[in-house]
């Protein structure tokens, strides 16, 4: 596949300022290849998710509605950074473990080119989460560009 093929570019967000110099860099190469971008966005699940109702666990409800407000904020950033560049644009927000569902979003869309940042998310998201972009980059069969 060549660099003309991309017609279909992921760009994958997790709000983090290394994630906008990716965006950058995604909508740089949609706008040279007229292509569409597929802003994407996951909120990682909580194991405690699924506890019955009134468990101590249920806790986790709070801060994964804080985590889904910034996801829809970060998409709509590159929504609107796709806008003024003229390129066109879908936002997506998933929940799941964020490197499966970049993957399996990327190949069932058909996708042509996954965009993200090397680093993301610090501190404990990181421990408990590991490497996003270096999980991607190792399961993904479209091909991957990580931003630094």
Known sequence: MTANEYKKILIATDGSENADRAILSGI?????????VYAICVVPTHPSS???IGSRMMQWEVPFKVMMGEA????????????SSGVEVETVVLEGHPAEEIVKYAEDGKMDL??????GKTGLTRLLLGSVAEEVLRHSKVDVMVSR
């Open 28 to 36: 740089d190469i949609a706008k040279k290849l007229d292509a569409k």
């Open 50 to 52: 699924s506890m019955p």
């Open 114 to 119: 996954i965009v993200m940042g090397s680093l």
């Open 72 to 83: 829809k904020k970060a998409v709509e950033m590159v929504a609107d950074a796709c806008s």
